[in-house]
């Protein structure tokens, strides 16, 4: 065998070598479990006040997604954050991996939590910190965009699941993802003749409390072991606001028409709670309150389903107010 096919077969041997090598490198590892998420929806994702048509709202993946995972081990816990490693082209599905933390040595519970908040926020869409199977619900700051991909962002799911593990390589698990609030849509007609301008916000004011509101005020807990909001630190309000904030971001034209959202969480229902319309100036001043098909009952708000309100404002006869609201059929 001369000299020159013997170098050959060496770079050929060196090749497969690498190959082993890398083939090696990427097989499963102990302590790292990847999983496959899913975000369930309810039967029937679509409902509205009026009880008319409605369309759904779906939540999908994004290739920036974080889930907040906290391991349960007896008295022994653990976090993580798992990083998304791939979506699929229709956004419902993603595979995700995270690191079993090295104090886990054999079956635990996990409790998963996909937030997210707002940049000028810092202690809220998190996992709490003397206790991560309690998931800070995010905040909505006193002024943000009322447009839906600002209001979708503060969408919240999550997740528990009794898992087998024996300290070496994990099998995939999958993760059904379950919502925590729903989103409204609020299709706002102006019916005054002149431009609207002054509103910041519209209210859906009850006769009682109704609704998580996870304001400025605090946030909200939800206990991810007991599937239950933390007593006392609910927040619950006697409206849901809908900020519109038209002088900063721009009003409604006569006779125009504009879609505001936002992401809710709702309370237990209350059979015969009335919900009023109210608007607010950016003084919190009451300038319009709601005209004479301006009320209605509450529905059993339910998570994960998108609500279609259609608002009419026209000018009030009421001297102590400018404005006057309808609830009207979503056309």
Request: glycine residues 6%; contains cysteine; negative net charge.
């Amino acid at each position: 065998m001369n000299y020159k096919l013997l170098l050959i077969l060496a770079a050929v041997a060196l090749i497969f070598a690498g190959c082993a090598k890398n083939e090696l490198t990427e097989q499963p590892q102990p302590r790292v479990m990847r999983f496959t998420a899913t975000v369930e929806e309810p039967a029937d994702t679509r409902a509205t006040l009026e009880e008319t048509d409605a369309g759904a709202i779906r939540f999908k993946w994004e290739t920036t997604d974080v889930v907040q995972m906290a391991f349960v081990q007896g008295d022994t816990k653990k976090t993580a954050n798992a990083a998304v490693t791939s979506v699929s082209a229709d956004g419902r599905t993603a595979q995700f991996s995270v690191k079993v933390p090295d104090e886990i040595t054999g079956d635990f519970t996990l409790y998963a939590y996909r937030s997210s908040r707002y940049d000028d926020s810092s202690t809220d869409g998190v996992l709490l910190a003397t206790d991560p199977t309690i998931a800070v619900l995010p905040e909505v700051p006193w002024e943000y965009l009322a447009t839906f991909k600002h209001q979708s962002k503060l969408v919240s799911v999550w997740c528990k699941k009794d898992i087998t593990y024996s300290g070496g390589v994990l099998p995939d698990v999958s993760l059904a993802f379950q919502h925590l609030g729903a989103m409204m849509t609020v299709k706002v007609k102006n019916s005054t003749g002149v431009e609207v301008m002054d509103i910041f916000s519209i209210r859906l004011k009850g006769t009682k409390y109704w609704v998580f509101n996870h304001a400025w005020i605090g946030t909200a807990q939800f206990n991810m072991a007991t599937g239950s909001y933390v007593t006392g630190e609910e927040l619950k309000n006697i409206a849901l606001e809908i900020r519109t904030n038209m002088t900063r971001y721009g009003g409604i034209a006569a006779g125009e028409t504009k879609n505001y959202y936002t992401w809710f969480v709702p309370a237990p229902y209350t059979e015969g709670n009335a919900i009023a319309l109210e608007a607010e100036n950016s003084s919190r001043n009451v300038i319009g309150t709601a005209g004479p098909s301006g009320s209605k009952n509450q529905i059993d708000f339910q998570p994960g389903k998108n609500y279609r309100v259609a608002v009419d404002i026209i000018t009030s006869t009421d001297p102590e107010y400018k404005y006057a609201l309808n609830f009207v059929p979503w056309e």
